[in-house]
């Protein structure tokens, strides 16, 4: 028998169910779990060569395999294959798996009618969904998450334990029954679930001003006309400060600026970054990006964002992080003060501030300009033989941690 260590980003990205279905399509007996230091252990009485080369070709999309350390161990497997309960000592840096931008499938349920998850906000599955944001404690398990409060229905719990169901053991799922939901908050009137989402489009493309909340916090969200921009800039005290767009798909973006196939690439990744690109006229946009050739535009990537403009007229909204200058991003963490004329808000509790990341090239190197989400937490290395930290400077800053060869870089 064979016992493997697993490092990298093997937690939270569907490791585990992957792991699971490679050991049984190849008839191994053994184990799979996450331990506490961020590693998945896994057990198996085969040809380890062949699994280990499996492992690291077939993996999840997200996850990322670092290293692979294998031990010979004595002793009886168990009967069959089987997924353990996590465990272990905590010894080494751990980290949950970073916020991951919807996925195809999930995207095409979204829209189908017959769905039962049709137009809910909250979809996600074992490849995409919010991880970093609502994770809270380690290991990456649904009860060290925000999701804790909101216990699965019947038909969740079946598609959890089912081994061939694409939610297999995937800790973020929720749906219309059991999960959290969104509701508007206009003057003193709530109108929930998708009627406020609905209505919340409906405010936006009239030119009203309404708060987001997100993933990581709360967006500012409002059309481009100049007239709005001008009303927003006064709320937010950012007179002349480019925003970022949110565009409805990549084929909108191409018609005002200039992307090129590796900003393509970017801006479609899980990690869906604002990327910043030279405008098609310099004009365009005036009051979003005053006086500049550049404008920095992300696609959708979370759930709420494919439904809002599925009820949206405009191609292209302003979507900037809640905030008033020199301030972190709203999440519920007190009293929301700015002005706007309604917020569209749920009830799923942020345990991580993410702020939007921004990305742009240069020549054809990628600059990342804002290290955020889908970025944080990972980690890269970094020999240098001894711990340290970083607090970086007075504004603008992300903090740094060197532990045991491992840089991690904190959000904006
Ligand atoms: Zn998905
Ligand atoms: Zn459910």
């Not at 506490?36 to 997200?62: Q, S």
């Not at 550049?294 to 292209?316: C, E, N, Q, S, W």
Request: proline share 6%; hydrophobic share 40%; net charge positive.
């Amino acid at each position: 028998m064979y016992r493997l260590t697993v490092k990298g980003i093997v937690q939270g990205v569907g490791f585990r169910p992957f792991v699971y279905r490679l050991a049984r399509a190849m008839g191994l007996k053994g184990y799979v779990k996450n331990t506490g230091d961020g590693t998945v252990e896994i057990l198996i009485d085969g040809d380890v060569e062949e699994f280990v080369e499996r492992l690291k070709r077939e993996k999840p999309p997200i996850a990322v395999v670092e290293s692979v350390r294998v031990e010979e161990v004595k002793g009886e497997p168990p009967e069959g294959f089987v997924i353990e309960k996590s465990g272990g000592s905590r010894k080494e840096l751990s980290l949950p798996p970073p916020d991951v931008a919807t996925c195809n499938a999930c995207l095409k349920e979204l829209f189908d009618p017959k769905d039962r998850r049709y137009l809910y906000p909250f979809i996600s599955c074992t490849d995409c969904g919010p991880r970093f944001s609502i994770a809270f404690r380690l290991p990456y398990d649904r009860e060290n998450t925000t999701l804790v409060e909101f216990p699965f229905c019947d038909d969740c719990g079946k598609e959890y334990w089912n081994v061939d169901d694409r939610r297999y053991y995937a800790q973020s799922i929720a749906c219309k029954r059991c999960g959290p939901d969104y509701e508007l908050v206009l003057g003193n009137r709530i109108i929930k679930g998708l009627d406020g989402i609905i209505k919340a489009a409906k405010l936006i493309d009239s030119g009203e001003i309404v708060a987001v909340k997100g993933l990581g916090g709360y967006h500012i969200a409002c059309v481009t006309d100049d007239e709005v921009v001008w009303k927003l800039r006064k709320i937010l005290n950012r007179p002349q400060q480019p925003f970022a767009l949110m565009a409805r798909n990549i084929e909108a973006v191409k018609k005002v600026a200039k992307v090129n196939k590796e900003e393509e690439r970017e801006m479609l990744s899980y990690i869906r970054p604002i990327a910043v690109l030279k405008k098609k006229s310099s004009s365009s946009f005036f009051a979003v990006a005053p006086k500049l050739d550049t404008i920095g535009i992300m696609l959708p990537y979370a759930p709420v964002h494919y439904v809002l403009f599925r009820f949206l007229k405009a191609d292209f909204i302003v979507l900037t992080s809640a905030n008033m200058p020199g301030e972190p991003m709203f999440i519920d963490d007190g009293v929301f003060s700015l002005p706007v004329d309604a917020v569209l808000r749920h009830n799923l509790k942020i345990a991580n501030r993410v702020d939007d990341s921004v990305i742009k090239f240069v020549g054809n190197r990628r600059m990342i300009i804002r290290r955020s989400r889908g970025f944080v937490p990972k980690t890269f290395s970094l020999e240098v033989g001894l711990n340290a930290i970083a607090l970086g400077a007075e504004l603008y800053n992300s903090i740094a941690m060197l532990k045991d060869g491992k840089v991690v870089l904190s959000q904006y």
